[in-house]
């Protein structure tokens, strides 16, 4: 977290506070300051995720409200593309909602329907599916259905925080706990005015609500406000410089050490120069060494050393992946979690 952060928590600690005073003012801040027309603070892109359905599902209605997620008589279809289905479209289906997977802008309009909720769009699989981003948002306006884009991995450019909106996106989840460098159990969910609205009746602190579970503290709520302001102010093209010199730095030296078949590059996994890793990669038949091997190594070595971890696009198994961040500008979390 930016220093700034955690003197905005502990400020925020030493009074009581009215909790949904504080998530408006906070709200209202975050959203000039990014400039869309409302925001609050989540307890992470996932809730962001969930209080946008069910924002969507419900609007202002306190007995949808309270019913979710058990959705009869209530719209309770969302569509996405087939190739966008991940593992956090949990968030969305805790809900009780259907995922309606669609490939082509044909199948999208075919599924359109008087039980459809909401358009779901990841901003990380964009290459991967056959409607982009902003005619996505264009089809959700022509068919008047709200769309709620996770655009989480896309910042930094800041500006992002606020272009997928300026595309006709209706609701835009981000972490708060990635580049933002807010506490890490916080996020955005930007937008609409009605929809913001109807997506903190959702949350704690009310009562038998789907978002009760995931109370932010106040602590976390002016931390994550102040997530921002920094961020915003922040140069990011800075941190990006130290993390390529720290890139060559590591680089350099693997290529220095005299072992035959071992190659280093570096790589951009998600098509985006803000996210480069290190690929080393050996020549199995000189290195008998597995992937996993080498990385339990390194693991218990000392010191130890820990790697980009699943869900990478490994092409080979005789290498790994370097994540490599910066102590002054971290722009990939350190944990990792494997998902099979
Ligand atoms: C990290 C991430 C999330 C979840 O964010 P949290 O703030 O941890 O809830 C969702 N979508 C994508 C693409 C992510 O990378």
Same mark, same amino acid.
């Not at 264009?138 to 300026?166: C, M, Q, V």
């Not at 913001?196 to 009562?207: F, R, S, V």
């Given at each position: ?127 991967? #599916?056959?409607?982009? %981003?902003? /005619?996505? &948002?264009? @089809?959700?306006?022509?068919? !008047?259905?709200? +769309?709620?884009?996770? $655009? ?38 930007? #937008?609409?005015?009605? %929809?913001? /609205?109807? &997506?903190? @009746?959702?949350?704690?602190? !009310?009562?038998? +609500?789907?978002?009760? $579970? ?127």
């Amino acid at each position: 977290m930016w220093p700034e952060v955690i003197e905005a928590m502990n400020y925020a600690r030493k009074g009581p506070i009215n909790m949904g005073e504080l998530n408006n003012a906070a709200g209202k801040r975050i959203a000039s300051l990014i400039g869309c027309e409302a925001a609050m603070v989540s307890g992470g892109a996932c809730s962001s995720m969930t209080l946008g359905t069910a924002a969507c599902i419900t609007g202002k209605n306190r007995d949808f409200i309270l019913r979710i997620p058990e959705l009869s008589g209530m719209k309770d279809e969302v569509i996405i593309q087939k190739s966008h289905r991940y593992p956090y479209d949990h968030a969305v289906r805790a809900c009780g909602v259907r995922l309606i997977e669609v490939e082509t802008v044909k199948d999208l309009e075919r599924a359109v329907n008087k039980k459809t909720a909401m358009m779901h769009f990841s901003y990380f699989h964009d290459r991967k #599916g056959l409607i982009k %981003l902003k /005619e996505f &948002a264009a @089809l959700g306006k022509k068919h !008047h259905i709200p +769309t709620l884009i996770d $655009g989480s991995l896309s910042i930094p450019p800041w500006e992002r925080l606020s272009e997928f909106l300026n595309f006709g996106f209706d609701l835009a989840a981000f972490s708060g706990g990635k580049a933002l460098k807010g506490p890490y159990s916080a996020g955005l969910l930007l #937008g609409r005015k009605d %929809l913001i /609205e109807a &997506a903190l @009746l959702n949350n704690a602190p !009310h009562m038998n +609500t789907i978002g009760r $579970g995931m109370k932010v503290s106040k602590e976390e709520i002016l931390g994550m406000m102040v997530g921002v302001e920094v961020s915003l102010k922040y140069d990011y093209s800075l941190g990006i410089k130290r993390q390529r010199k720290l890139m060559k730095l590591i680089t350099d030296k693997l290529e220095s050490i005299p072992i035959p078949g071992v190659k280093t590059e570096i790589v951009f996994p998600l098509n985006e120069p803000e996210w480069p890793k290190i690929r080393v990669y050996w020549d199995k038949s000189v290195i008998r060494l597995s992937s996993a091997e080498a990385t339990k190594q390194l693991r218990e070595g000392e010191p130890g050393v820990e790697l980009m971890g699943g869900g990478f696009d490994r092409r080979t198994d005789s290498e790994f992946i370097i994540s490599v961040t910066s102590k002054r500008y971290p722009l990939y979390m350190t944990v990792t979690v494997k998902y099979h």
